[in-house]
């Protein structure tokens, strides 16, 4: 059984900053993905930001230079720290794990969390 367990939303002014982290924990095996994705009101599900256990990253185009993922292997967790936010990056932000069932199988599975709300004001 794998819990990911999101923290560091809020309410914050366009401009300001927050942090969010997520904590993976029970079964964790690697290779595996830890990613960040966000769902606005009425619109779909995005990826936001993703980091591989041996630290390969990508990010959205929209948040490029403004978002920084990086991730503790040690204590599974993955931060996303959010700079120069702005009202459209206003959604609920899930941690989404993917790693294998089990060590050493190639079959993989999404792990969710249960989502934080970021809002920022205008």
């Known amino acids: 059984q794998v819990q990911l367990v999101e923290s560091g939303g809020g309410l914050v002014q366009a401009g300001g900053s927050l942090r969010l982290s997520c904590v993976a924990s029970g079964n964790i095996f690697t290779p595996n993905t830890m990613r960040w994705y966000r769902q606005a009101p009425g619109k779909q599900r995005e990826l936001v930001a993703g980091?591989?256990?041996?630290?390969?990253?990508n990010y959205a185009e929209s948040v490029k230079g403004r978002f920084t993922i990086s991730r503790d292997n040690a204590k599974n967790t993955v931060f996303l720290q959010m700079n120069i936010l702005k009202p459209d990056d206003t959604a609920v932000y899930y941690c989404n794990l993917y790693q294998p069932r089990a060590y050493g199988s190639y079959d993989y599975r999404d792990y969710w969390g249960q989502g934080t709300q970021v809002t920022v004001s205008s």
């Open positions: 980091i591989t256990s041996g630290g390969n990253i």
